[in-house]
């Protein structure tokens, strides 16, 4: 089966949203193991990481992910503070399974979809969240870095 060869972008391509836009010029970020590590691995609401995991076997996460990858997998955990209530997204830059939980539960996403094209978002997902501290799990992803966001929707 030949691949669909992905379309080459323009020099002049579409800028990113304004919530978006902290996805450019990511800092680095090693992902916690377990939940125990989130003090030293966390988000900052609006600016993108290049994120380094770890293999899916020395990973415990807070919660098992519905679909967690195989041993030659890579995931992690994240930390993030919501202030206000609204809807977040959060931007990856692969196919990986992410889980936002708080206190032992998993968020239900409110709208899932690609990114812009040419912009290296390869997945979205949506959430509605109130104010607290929050997880994010990323499980499944097949290399050992992953460009991540979170940013509040206008």
Not at 16 to 44: I, N, Q, S
Not at 83 to 96: F, L, Q
Request: with cysteine; hydrophobic share 45%; aromatic share 4%.
């Amino acid at each position: 089966m030949a691949q669909k060869a992905e379309p080459s972008c323009p020099a002049d391509a579409a800028p990113l949203p304004a919530e978006l836009a902290g996805w450019t010029g990511r800092a680095g970020l090693a992902a916690a193991v377990d939940p125990a590590a989130l003090d030293a691995a966390m988000l900052a609401i609006g600016k993108g990481v290049d994120l380094s995991l770890q293999p899916t076997p020395s990973v415990r996460y807070a919660l098992r992910p519905e679909n967690p990858g195989g041993s030659v997998s890579h995931g992690g955990l994240v930390g993030f503070a919501v202030d206000r209530a609204g809807t977040y997204r959060v931007a990856i830059g692969s196919a990986a399974w992410i889980d936002v939980v708080r206190a032992g539960t998993v968020a239900v996403s409110v709208a899932h979809g690609r990114g812009p094209a040419c912009s290296g978002i390869r997945k979205m997902v949506d959430f509605a969240l109130e104010p607290g501290l929050y997880v994010l799990q990323i499980a499944g992803n097949g290399g050992p870095s992953l460009p991540v966001m979170i940013a509040r929707l206008p």
